[in-house]
């Protein structure tokens, strides 16, 4: 079950927030912003990393209504 904005790390909720705005609102984006931002913050090898990028792609594809085209 994915998780919603508030129970994801700080990391994510700021890969969200860079990617809603500025750039391209692409599934491969926001895959990258997420990488960065877990590196940084020495999460990479979270074991629930999975979990982060799954719930952070379903919030994404729902707030800004994202589909097929953008590679979600």
Do not use: H, K
């Given at each position: 079950m994915p998780l919603?904005?508030?129970?994801?790390?700080?990391?994510?909720?700021?890969a969200l927030e860079v990617f809603a705005n500025s750039g391209e609102r692409t599934k491969s984006r926001l895959t990258a912003l997420l990488d960065h931002y877990l590196n940084v913050t020495g999460l990479a090898s979270d074991p629930d990393r999975r979990l982060y990028e799954?719930?952070?792609?379903?919030?994404a594809k729902?707030?800004?209504?994202?589909?097929?085209?953008?590679g979600f």
């Open positions: 919603n904005l508030n129970q994801l790390p700080n990391a994510a909720r700021c799954e719930s952070l792609v379903q919030i729902q707030r800004y209504a994202l589909g097929a085209s953008e």
